[in-house]
């Protein structure tokens, strides 16, 4: 009895801390490929209420969305694209600064009827967030942004000078072909290094994030991702000079074992309404390491 009950404690404790391995989406969710902006992006959406719109970020696709998207659409429209060049969305030669990019989503919001959104973004997806945020506020309601900086912004000079981002520089034909057929090992350095436990990130996770990237232009486009991040800055201070600080409500979410607070220090040099959080006892990869805080996090942040 006394073995029962000790094991009944700790099952309870293990969706503190674990997930399952990749979520299908709910039934209900409808998934196509949408002309947007001179490509096709490949976009999951169900629900109906208010829209949100869940942006990615490397090393994931909107596959990370699913344990989330399956919440919200009990009373939100969701609505989840693979961005330019990644997933299942296709694969332009060009297209890859933020700015850009978030005439895509803009192209996926006209394409579905949906006039506005309020945004969680998590990673490079913060960096589409942000240039969506600013260069079409009226459209959007409140962002989340999860876990990465923005180029040229607050502390940005200093934070690529990291030697853990090395990868922000690592890209070129040659670079390509070491990487290419060893894709699961590249995607392996990201999640090892930039989790609280690595043991977070289960194997079908890296599995199938890594047979993603191995698709034909897959990782060049990843790389093209990184290689805008110059032009992303100098974009991302001529709009924040132009346009000035996005006023809408934004929530500022850390990794506890990442950027934590952090996160809310560089997002107040371009918004004026911002809150922090944290996902506790995870690293970057939050809804791998801790999705029931995230969750619970957004859906708080989506009430209000």
Not at 222 to 236: P, W
Request: glycine content about 8%; aromatic content about 8%.
């Amino acid at each position: 009895m006394r073995r029962r009950l000790i094991a009944l404690a700790l099952s309870a404790l293990l969706p503190l801390v674990t997930r399952a391995a990749i979520e299908p989406y709910p039934p209900s969710f409808h998934a196509r490929m949408v002309q947007t902006h001179g490509t096709r992006l490949y976009v999951r959406f169900g629900g109906k209420g208010p829209a949100v719109v869940l942006l990615h970020g490397f090393g994931d696709t909107g596959d990370m969305w699913a344990p989330l998207a399956a919440r919200l659409v009990r009373d939100h429209t969701v609505i989840v694209p693979d961005l330019r060049g990644m997933g299942r969305s296709a694969h332009p030669d060009t297209g890859y600064t933020k700015k850009s990019q978030a005439l895509d989503i803009i192209g996926v919001m006209d394409a579905l009827k949906v006039e506005r959104a309020a945004l969680v973004t998590h990673d490079i997806g913060n960096m589409v967030g942000y240039a969506l945020a600013v260069q079409f506020p009226g459209r959007i309601t409140r962002w989340a942004a999860i876990d990465a900086p923005l180029p040229g912004i607050g502390d940005w000079d200093n934070i690529i000078r990291s030697p853990l981002l090395w990868h922000f520089n690592f890209r070129g034909p040659d670079v390509e072909r070491l990487v290419r057929g060893r894709e699961r090992i590249y995607l392996d350095r990201f999640y090892d290094d930039f989790s609280a436990d690595p043991k977070r990130i289960d194997e079908q996770t890296r599995a199938h994030y890594a047979a993603l990237y191995a698709k034909p232009h897959a990782m060049h486009d990843a790389f093209e991702q990184f290689g805008a991040f110059g032009e992303d800055a100098l974009d991302n201070q001529a709009l924040l000079a132009s346009r000035g600080k996005i006023s809408m409500p934004v929530l500022a979410i850390g990794g506890e074992k990442s950027f934590g607070l952090t996160m809310a220090d560089d997002l107040r040099f371009v918004a004026t309404n911002v809150t922090a959080a944290i996902v506790p006892d995870s690293g970057h990869w939050i809804m791998e390491e801790n999705p029931r805080a995230t969750i619970r996090l957004v859906t708080g942040f989506l009430a209000q």
